[in-house]
């Protein structure tokens, strides 16, 4: 059934793609600058320190990805975390010595106006800073209540800064989502150049929220920057309701977020997040965030990388217009580490108790599968001891296996002979802290690992 479903969607998608050569189509990531993917060296080793911020920038290239949105809670007033300016003053000298062409633009994600337009200013100059139609492109994280024309825009005009702003603002006065408060957004914020969505909830959620921007941009002449996210658990709203859990159904919600944006076209994407470790949004394709990041230890933050590479697919089809065809059997596996039935020994307000929210049904414990294959496999899963095979027709399919404790297997295998394999980290059957972050991975039936034609392209202005 859910194979039937993609082949549907994928359908629907090729039959409904607009012409794509009114705008360039750019894909971002948002990155959280406060953290150090690959480790900060920059007490001992700044080289090391610029070489972790090459890693990441080469990471995201090799999957389409156009650039880094900034996001910065603070910047330069006096009490300020200094990692902020020291950080983005590294990233730009990394993405400068690779000197690929990778954008980099602030999200700004605080109201402090000196902040602001200091932030602003210091990388207004350089190379890699993201320019368009002319204009230098700022967004944010929200911050609506900011007097970004008068505050903002005056005194960096008044210095020769000319913004092409997108920002994220979402519907005011409690009003529901919808394009009625989109369009009362672009109404009353006449200055917008564009507006971006933030994505973040079940993929249901997201899709129907990037559908209530892209019309009213479009009818205000204005760009629309859609979100993408892979997975999300929340911090607690308040704390006596657990963190909130949003079910994002593995491969199958990344897929269909991907097609929501290749049939609707947004002028731009922006993956919400590449490296937010604290609300399980990240994308980043580290396999092991502990490694350079020990306060992730728990709950562990497990290694996301297969929602990246499946969402290479989908940014190139989205960018060129064209599925890029399936020449190799890939694997993707999604899933959680406990049970929903499991109990924490060792609880707090933070993380207990989970609050569950699906667009399906009740969260399922469940491996999800996504396969690309190139003729027709069974789908191998031990799981616990417990052995599923599926058969599996050419193509896209996806699947849906219950999970046991103990280790986690995945596999391909046609004729009888295996073609993928993948083994994932164990379910637990005993847990000590409530654990959402989910695991995600991938097999390639060639290596190196899956090298799609697109990529970001090389210039920062038009």
Same mark, same amino acid.
């Given at each position: 059934m859910i194979a039937l479903w993609t082949a549907m969607l994928l359908h629907l998608a090729q039959t409904n793609l607009r012409a794509v050569e009114t705008t360039n189509h750019f894909v971002f990531a948002h990155y959280m600058v406060? #953290?150090?993917?690959?480790? %900060?060296?920059? !007490?001992?080793?700044?080289?090391?320190? &610029?070489?972790?911020? =090459?890693?990441? &920038? +080469?990471?995201?290239q090799a999957a389409g990805v156009d650039g880094f949105a900034l996001n910065c809670g603070e910047w330069d007033h006096a009490g300020a975390d200094w990692y902020y300016t020291n950080n983005v003053e590294w990233m730009y000298q990394a993405a400068e010595r690779l000197g690929t062409g990778f954008k980099l633009f602030f999200s700004i994600d605080t109201t402090n106006l000196v902040d602001i337009v200091d932030m602003i200013t210091s990388h207004a100059n350089r190379t890699n800073s993201f320019r368009y139609q002319g204009k230098l492109v700022v967004s944010t994280s929200g911050q609506n209540s900011v007097d970004w +024309?008068? !505050? *903002?825009? =005056?005194? /960096?005009? +008044?210095?020769? &800064?000319? *913004?092409?702003? *997108?920002?994220?603002?979402?519907? =005011?006065?409690?009003?529901?989502?919808?394009t009625v408060a989109i369009s009362n957004l672009l109404a009353k914020y006449t200055? /917008?150049?564009?507006? %971006? @969505?933030?994505?973040a909830g079940t993929p249901s959620d997201i899709t129907n929220r990037n559908a209530s921007y892209i019309q009213p941009c479009r009818n205000a002449g204005k760009l629309f920057m859609a979100g993408y996210s892979p997975t999300y658990w929340g911090y607690g709203w308040p704390t006596n309701t657990g963190r909130p859990y949003d079910e994002s159904q593995g491969g199958e919600g990344t897929i269909n977020q991907w097609l929501w944006i290749i049939n609707n076209q947004p002028d731009w994407v922006e993956l919400t997040t590449w490296n937010d470790f604290g609300e399980s949004t990240y994308c980043t394709p580290i396999s092991n965030p502990v490694q350079y990041e020990s306060e992730l230890s728990a709950p562990i933050r497990y290694c996301h990388a297969g929602y990246l590479e499946l969402s290479k697919y989908y940014i190139s089809w989205y960018k060129t217009g +064209?599925?890029?065809?399936?020449?190799?059997? !890939? /694997? @993707? @596996?999604? #899933?959680?580490?406990?049970?929903?039935n499991a109990t924490a020994s060792n609880t707090g307000p933070a993380d207990f108790p989970v609050t569950l929210f699906s667009n399906n049904g009740v969260v399922q414990d469940v491996i999800y599968t996504t396969t690309f294959l190139t003729g027709p496999a069974q789908l191998v899963i031990s799981s616990g001891g417990t052995l599923v095979t599926n058969s599996l027709p050419a193509g896209i399919n996806s699947q849906r296996t219950p999970f046991a404790p103990g280790a986690q297997i995945i596999g391909v295998q046609r004729a009888g002979t295996p073609v993928l394999s993948v083994q994932g980290p164990d379910i637990l059957a005993q847990i000590t802290n409530y654990d959402y972050f989910t695991a995600s991975g991938f097999a390639h039936g060639l290596n190196p690992p899956l090298k799609l034609s697109i990529q970001a392209q090389g210039t920062n202005g038009l």
């Open positions: 406060c #953290y150090d993917d690959y480790g %900060f060296f920059g !007490n001992t080793d700044t080289n090391d320190t &610029i070489a972790g911020y =090459e890693h990441d &920038i +080469q990471d995201a +024309q008068n !505050n *903002v825009f =005056e005194p /960096l005009k +008044q210095a020769g &800064i000319d *913004v092409f702003f *997108v920002p994220y603002f979402s519907p =005011e006065n409690g009003a529901t989502w919808g200055f /917008l150049d564009g507006l %971006f @969505y933030f994505a +064209q599925p890029p065809a399936i020449s190799q059997d !890939n /694997l @993707y @596996y999604f #899933y959680r580490t406990h049970s929903t």
